[in-house]
């Protein structure tokens, strides 16, 4: 089953962008997956083809239309009605890499590239579009943000990434970040690549970088250091219970 893109924008050239070469480029030129592009002007029903309107309330800025967006959207659907639809917007909640694999485990996704001051509000309970974001951070659309969504869902799918061992040693794929690596030269302006990692013996090499992943996440981010702890008491709890059941 390809992985099937569908892209609703106001700016169909972005894509497929730099989705177009490197391991992504081969996978598309490969039909590991597939991107179609859905311009939401085609949309609007107005001999100018208007899509926004000033803010109800008054406010700066233009607000694209629900019932634009509606109809763009109820055509995505139609050319991939399995797909999630999802809104790439600063109000959304943050992508996790549980929700990355999630969907590129599925049929594919539509995504709904915003501009001015966003969207009218309707159009999320009206069409069930769920709503994401890929950081704190503003953008001048959503289309630089759904290219980010779809890379990390793309390297995921089979076939895509060389070594199958690459994807899963990556940052936040257990919760942590990633430890630090190295390469030759061993030694550069008086650094030196740490002893362990040129020692040759793999159980302490693996020791070490479970400790760096684990030390780095606790003190750069400590958010997912205290999501990666409770997670892990509650495991820890889990197999205690079990060990308990089993002993009763």
């Not at 594919?108 to 969207?119: A, D, K, P, S």
């Amino acid at each position: 089953m390809t992985f099937a893109a569908t892209v609703l924008t106001l700016y169909p050239d972005m894509f497929p962008g730099p989705l177009g070469i490197s391991l992504a480029g081969r996978g598309l030129a490969e039909a590991k997956w597939s991107i179609e592009t859905v311009q939401i002007r085609d949309f609007a029903r107005d001999k100018h083809r208007t899509v926004d309107d000033t803010p109800a309330g008054g406010g700066a800025g233009m607000v694209l239309k629900a019932d634009v967006l509606a109809a763009a959207i109820d055509h995505a659907r139609s050319l991939s009605p399995e797909a999630p639809v999802i809104a790439m917007t600063p109000r959304g909640r943050p992508i996790s890499q549980a929700r990355v694999r999630e969907l590129a485990a599925g049929p594919g996704v539509t995504i709904l590239c915003g501009r001015f001051e966003g969207f009218d509000e309707r159009i999320f309970e009206g069409r069930n579009v769920e709503q994401v974001s890929v950081g704190d951070i503003v953008l001048s659309g959503g289309e630089p943000a759904a290219l980010m969504l779809l890379d990390a869902c793309i390297r995921l799918l089979p076939g895509v990434m060389g070594a199958a061992s690459s994807g899963a040693e990556e940052s936040f794929e257990d919760g942590l970040l990633e430890y630090p690596h190295y390469t030759r030269p061993t030694e550069w302006e008086g650094r030196t690549i740490p002893e362990v990692l040129r020692s040759g013996d793999h159980a302490k090499i693996a020791a070490w970088r479970k400790q760096k992943a684990e030390e780095d996440t606790r003190l750069r981010r400590p958010d997912l250091w205290e999501r990666h702890r409770g997670a892990r008491d509650q495991s820890a709890s889990g197999a205690r219970h079990k060990d308990e059941d089993l002993g009763s």
